[in-house]
């Protein structure tokens, strides 16, 4: 998976997930494959339901929300309760695998899993894709600096920043 970049006026560098004109099922077999990586690395077990649940989140550029993805098995003739889902993104979630976007209660794939980094996302309020911007290093010194002054120690960063993409511009 080849990732974009994008280049403030500042001259700072952004790499984002890549366009949505791309290889699309080769992006989800590289997620899984580096989930079970990642899994394998810290001794984690990536059960069947995990691995199909991180498939599903991986189906598309556009987070889903825990009932999306409980309707979706539930067409495939599973029986998950919510608990389990949850269960399930969790775990996802604690291995640095998939994203919770707050503000639309969804879950999205990590286009870099298993590293600790912040979270900054670009969301189109249109037609609802949303692109991964890689630890832009200003944004990034920022918080940190400004956390810094304040004497508070930041545990997770995340921006989730709304507006329209090129595609719903046109």
Same mark, same amino acid.
Not at 83 to 103: S, V
Not at 146 to 152: K, M, N, P, W
């Given at each position: 998976? +080849?990732?974009?970049?994008?280049? +403030?006026?500042? /001259? #700072?560098?952004?790499?984002?997930r890549p366009s949505l004109a #791309? ?19 810290? /001794? ?11 498939? &599903? ?13 409980? *309707?979706? %098995?539930?067409?495939? /003739? !599973? ?10 993104? *969790?775990?996802? &979630?604690? !291995?640095? %695998? ?10 999205? $794939? ?6 600790? #980094?912040? $979270? ?5 309020? *249109? ?8 630890d832009p290093l200003p944004l ?7 956390? /810094? ?6 545990s997770q960063s995340v921006l ?11």
């Amino acid at each position: 998976m +080849s990732i974009r970049s994008i280049t +403030s006026r500042a /001259g #700072h560098r952004a790499d984002i997930r890549p366009s949505l004109a #791309h290889d699309h099922s080769q992006c989800i077999r590289m997620a899984l494959s580096q989930a079970e990586r990642v899994c394998a690395a810290e /001794g984690a077990r990536l059960t069947p339901l995990r691995h199909r649940v991180l498939e &599903l989140v991986w189906a598309s550029h556009r987070p889903l929300g825990a009932y999306d993805l409980l *309707d979706q %098995l539930s067409k495939e /003739g !599973h029986k998950p309760a919510p608990p389990t889902i949850y269960r399930a993104l *969790d775990f996802l &979630l604690e !291995h640095k %695998l998939i994203h919770r976007l707050a503000t639309l209660n969804a879950y999205l $794939g990590c286009s870099h899993p298993g590293e600790a #980094h912040g $979270g900054f996302f670009l969301i189109c309020q *249109d037609c609802g894709t949303v692109e991964e911007v890689r630890d832009p290093l200003p944004l990034s010194a920022a918080v940190e600096k400004l956390a /810094g002054q304040a004497r508070f120690q930041v545990s997770q960063s995340v921006l989730e920043v709304t507006g329209r993409c090129q595609a719903c511009q046109s």
